[in-house]
């Protein structure tokens, strides 16, 4: 069983910067799975937002918030994180962290394991 605890949500103004953690147990192989995040805002739908190769050499984004978040993993300490810089109102959303061995998978939005969530709420 694998077990995807997330961190680091809350309240912030416009323009302000939060950074979620992702902690992962469970697995041995940690170091060789796909890791991301989604968002989900109020009355829509889940959206990928970002994901790193188990390599730490790829990574994508969702158009909206390219040049404002940025994913980063530390193997050694089963982490990955979301830095998450010059936040909009729009940002607002839970935030869920995702896992999955196949990269594509992950970034499909069928990922076979998730976290709780963590809720991320920008004041304008």
């Known amino acids: 069983q694998v077990q995807l605890v997330e961190s680091g949500g809350g309240l912030v103004q416009a323009g302000g910067s939060l950074r979620l953690s992702c902690a992962a147990s469970g697995r041995r192989t940690f170091s060789t799975y796909a890791m991301g995040w989604f968002r989900q805002a109020p009355g829509k739908a889940r959206v990928f937002v970002a994901a790193i190769h188990w390599s730490g050499g790829r990574t994508d984004y969702l158009d909206s918030v390219k040049g404002r978040f940025t994913i980063s993993r530390d193997n050694a300490k089963n982490t990955v994180y979301l830095q998450m810089n010059s936040l909009k109102p729009e940002d607002t959303a839970v935030y869920y962290c995702?896992?999955?061995?196949?990269?594509?998978?992950?970034?499909?939005?069928?990922?076979?394991?998730w976290g709780q969530g963590t809720q991320v709420t920008v004041s304008s």
């Open positions: 995702a896992s999955d061995a196949r990269y594509s998978i992950l970034v499909g939005g069928g990922p076979d394991y």
